[in-house]
């Protein structure tokens, strides 16, 4: 039975950390697309690097459907990656115990250590570790049944 509930925590934790990394690109998204928005240059770029002349060559039309069909390709990617970043905080905020939710979010969410979190909150390392299993169980049975 321990393996089963260690598995499934497994689970839990590998959702968790997904937030993480989803949090890293939702942000690196953003700034592409803020770049790609704020600097003209990119689109000077892009043109310099067309062919000129003769008629295979490209007209800037063309470079400018390309330069927005390549913005609105990352703003969907930053539409579903925050999507999941979104929902999976919201699992962890509308958790039943608020202590298990507050260190979840801690960790996975704000990039903590289990030692910061521990001090934060006046508890010892190991029984920071204890709880962190029994929140990882909680957050298993509520949201990933």
């Known amino acids: 039975m321990d393996k089963f509930i260690g598995y499934e925590n497994d689970r839990a934790k590998e959702r968790l950390i997904r937030v993480r ?7 690196e998204l953003q700034l592409t697309v803020d770049d790609f928005n704020d ?26 459907v390309k330069y927005q069909k390549l913005t609105d390709k990352l703003l969907i990617k930053l539409k579903e990656v925050l999507h999941e970043y979104k929902d999976i905080l919201a699992e962890i905020d509308s958790m039943e115990n608020p202590e298990f939710s507050y260190l979840l979010h801690a960790y996975y969410i704000n990039c ?3 030692k910061q979190i521990a001090q934060e909150c006046n508890y010892s390392w190991r029984h920071i570790m204890r709880i962190k299993e029994l929140a990882l169980e909680q957050f298993q049975r509520e949201k990933m049944s």
Do not use: H
């Open 21 to 27: 990394g989803l949090g890293c690109l939702a942000k």
């Open 39 to 64: 600097n003209p240059q990119r689109l000077t770029a892009m043109l310099s690097a067309e062919p000129r002349g003769g008629s295979k060559g490209k007209d800037i039309g063309d470079t400018i």
């Open 112 to 114: 903590k250590t289990w």
